[in-house]
């Protein structure tokens, strides 16, 4: 049966979702494992309790964020030295989680864990997740429409609020302010686009003076480096249309076709990055994220487009020279009516999964090691300082928030009056190939060797044949 089932999903990746290698800032190049399986004397009582819940399983979870390896694994460590429950820890290589995933669940020993990137993600996996609609995992979940539902069942649950935006060094912001005749007075003023073009332009002329290379870091448009505009980006003006046609993002038919209404809108800030940015537009296929997150800590640039998972990549760059408390973010400004009451892009896409093919027992003990992370002092610790999550579980009071600069932009934005965040409908983007072919296009037109028709033509053709393509 097993093998069946695999069969069909070697097929169904070249159709269906992979992955985002991308949400976060995808660093490690090479698949890490390590399992732990020294067994402690002793246990907390809240280790206790797992261990009697996890009876004699194992736990193999299979993570797809690279930048995230070393915490999970320290956190797999510590709770086999409390519990005595074996941990594996599989991290698949930048871009890669689909086809690491494919091979790994084709073992006899497959993952317990995995993660699906949304409804996309779902579908493409759905025969192996078990219903989740008992555990107490679920239980604390705070908002439960944050689940991935299914009739009456519950197959995938987000473990992190996260939210991206503009990047901005504020010590530079405030420089220019200073300036002569800057076109803003203050970041306050920044609430739409023409003001943002305005002012980002002021800057490059005065970037000498300002003691930058350009107003934004490097448009990485490498392979599997692009996923900032062919999925974040990309996000926004899929956001405005189907807010304007009022979409039903649950249905396959609602979101099988779109006309990119919002096309020019696009053009606007990504024509904005790329004639402001440090590189010369030649250079942008060979420019990776690490790159452009590399310019901005050295503060080489003013701003970057990125979300809260990135702050790690801001301080522990050698050299960097960017203070915590001037690290700020902007929304993604495009020139859209009554944009400036819009907020960051904050959602989730991101869910656990349990394999219902696993034994009773291993999913009793994957149950139970969620459960200790999200609910017991410990693993709440690392889940907040190691993994700078922002938890979306009841557990967690007002203080067991990330205390990263970002994370704090993300939380305070989401909670200003006035203000809506963008959703994160890039969930239900029609593919890995859609994205990728977007991608592509993006850097053809970034060196001049395609034209922006071209470009919004391919958008529209191309998710309505992968949408079909995965409906088949």
Not at 40 to 46: I, L
Not at 406 to 428: C, H, P
């Amino acid at each position: 049966m097993k093998t069946s089932k695999i069969l069909k999903k070697v097929t169904a990746i070249a159709l269906t979702a992979a992955m985002v290698a991308g949400l976060a800032a995808c660093t490690q190049k090479a698949a890490t494992t390590t399992t732990t399986t020294a067994a402690a004397a002793d246990t907390t009582a809240a280790a206790a309790d797992t261990t009697a819940a996890a009876g004699t399983g194992k736990v193999y979870f299979l993570n797809f964020k690279p930048e995230q390896d070393e915490a999970y694994q320290a956190i797999a460590k510590k709770y086999t030295e409390a519990t005595g429950v074996p941990v594996t820890v599989l991290t698949a290589a930048s871009g890669t989680y689909e086809e690491t995933l494919t091979a790994e669940m084709a073992k006899s020993e497959a993952p317990t864990i995995f993660q699906v990137n949304g409804p996309v993600g779902y579908a493409n996996w759905k025969e192996y997740c078990a219903d989740l609609s008992g555990s107490e995992i679920y239980s604390h979940l705070t908002d439960k429409s944050l689940a991935i539902t299914d009739g009456t069942g519950v197959y995938g649950i987000p473990f992190a609020i996260e939210g991206y935006g503009i990047i901005y060094n504020n010590a530079i912001m405030t420089k220019y302010f200073a300036t002569t005749d800057p076109k803003a007075k203050s970041m306050d003023e920044i609430n739409n686009f023409a003001t943002l073009k305005a002012v980002v332009e002021d800057m490059t002329a005065k970037k000498a003076e300002l003691g930058i290379q350009g107003v934004f870091a490097s448009t990485s448009l490498a392979t599997g480096e692009d996923w900032r505009w062919q999925t974040h980006l990309l996000n926004v003006p899929i956001y405005y249309e189907f807010q304007k046609n009022k979409t039903d993002l649950g249905s396959a038919e609602g979101t099988a076709k779109i006309t990119f209404e919002y096309g020019a809108n696009f053009k606007n800030i990504f024509d904005l990055y790329l004639d402001n940015s440090v590189s010369d537009k030649s250079l942008l296929g060979s420019i990776n994220v690490n790159d452009s997150m590399a310019e901005f800590a050295l503060g080489q640039c003013a701003m970057v487009q990125n979300g809260n998972w990135a702050y790690g990549q801001v301080s522990g760059v050698d050299g960097n020279t960017v203070q915590a408390t001037d690290v700020k973010m902007l929304p993604i400004y495009t020139g859209v009516d009554g944009e400036e009451s819009q907020g960051l892009c904050i959602g989730t896409e991101n869910y656990f999964c349990i394999n219902k093919d696993a034994s009773a027992e291993d999913q009793a003990a994957s149950l139970a090691f969620l459960t200790w992370l999200y609910t017991s002092d410990e693993g709440k610790t690392a889940v907040v300082n190691d993994l700078g999550f922002i938890a979306p579980f009841d557990t967690f009071s007002d203080t067991e928030k990330p205390t990263d600069p970002l994370a704090q932009e993300v939380l305070a934005w989401a909670a200003k009056d006035g203000i809506t965040s963008v959703a994160w409908n890039f969930t239900v983007f029609p593919s890995q190939t859609f994205k990728d072919d977007v991608g592509a296009a993006l850097l053809s037109y970034a060196q001049g060797q395609m034209s922006w028709d071209d470009v919004s033509k391919l958008v529209v053709d191309e998710w309505a044949t992968e949408k079909a393509n995965t409906a088949a």
